[in-house]
């Protein structure tokens, strides 16, 4: 038997840094996989960070002047994933405490 073998009081248990273990997927199994923006590492999906931003096609002061004749300026969606090393070096996410990192936050 197992307890035989070894004394379950002294089997040392992994610790757990975040409650979500870093990632959002909950249980779906395994998740696709999206490279960096910045260094180009493999992260999957739902461990990566997402930034989006829009970006005007057109320059700021040719825009103010269209925008005040009346006209319609389209934007195009950049949206960028970065992994968590690269997300904390450009200060998207902040460095936690120990006790601040088990919780996910609001939304």
């Avoid at 009081?9 to 959002?24: C, H, Q």
């Avoid at 910045?38 to 040719?62: F, N, W, Y």
């Avoid at 969606?77 to 200060?91: E, I, K, N």
């Amino acid at each position: 038997m197992i307890s035989e073998k070894y004394d379950l009081a002294s089997v040392k248990i992994m610790p757990i840094k975040r409650k979500s273990r870093g990632r959002s997927k909950g249980q779906k199994g395994r998740s696709g996989y999206v490279q960096c923006s910045m260094c180009g590492e493999l992260v999957p999906r739902d461990k990566a960070k997402k930034a989006t931003r829009r970006v005007s096609l057109v320059d700021p002061t040719l825009a103010k002047e269209l925008r005040q004749k009346g006209a319609y300026l389209p934007g195009r969606v950049d949206t960028r994933y970065y992994c968590v090393s690269c997300a904390v070096h450009l200060g998207l996410v902040k460095v936690r405490s120990k006790e601040s990192r088990k919780s996910r936050g609001r939304r």
